[in-house]
């Protein structure tokens, strides 16, 4: 129903700043919950940020919060995931992710999102 792409990835040094973005097509995005998820080599798809369909909830993983900021530009239809202070143990593929159109607090899982992009890799020299 959606299809995402997702940019900004790249080499960075820890400290250092990166800003992914995801943009849709096929439909907007604006009814709907938008993610941004995060798996390095041997583990789980894990949550890492959410926004609700308006903007005005977000929601962060206890790893990344203070760090990392999730909005969004439903004129765009486009995501963003603005990364600071980047650590190695932040080294993954991330992937957007594009949900319900029912927003909710708490971790979020893979499963409750439908569309997916193709990842960008995010890695964080020490």
């Known amino acids: 129903q959606v299809q995402l792409v997702e940019s900004g990835g790249g080499l960075v040094q820890a400290g250092g700043s990166l800003r992914l973005s995801c943009a849709a097509s096929?439909?907007?995005?604006?009814?709907?919950?938008m993610g941004w998820f995060r798996q390095a080599p041997g583990k789980e798809r894990d949550f890492v940020a959410a926004?609700?369909?308006?903007?005005?909830?977000?929601n962060y993983a206890d790893s990344v919060k203070g760090r990392f900021t999730i909005s969004r530009d439903n004129a765009k239809n486009t995501v963003y995931l603005q990364m600071d202070s980047l650590k190695p143990e932040d080294t993954a593929v991330y992937y957007c992710?594009?949900?319900?159109?029912?927003?909710?607090?708490?971790?979020?899982?893979?499963?409750?999102?439908?569309?997916w992009g193709q990842g960008t890799q995010v890695t964080v020299s020490s």
């Open positions: 096929g439909r907007t995005v604006s009814s709907y919950t």
């Open positions: 926004i609700s369909w308006s903007g005005r909830s977000t």
């Open positions: 992710a594009a949900g319900g159109t029912t927003y909710y607090s708490g971790r979020h899982y893979p499963t409750d999102y439908g569309s």
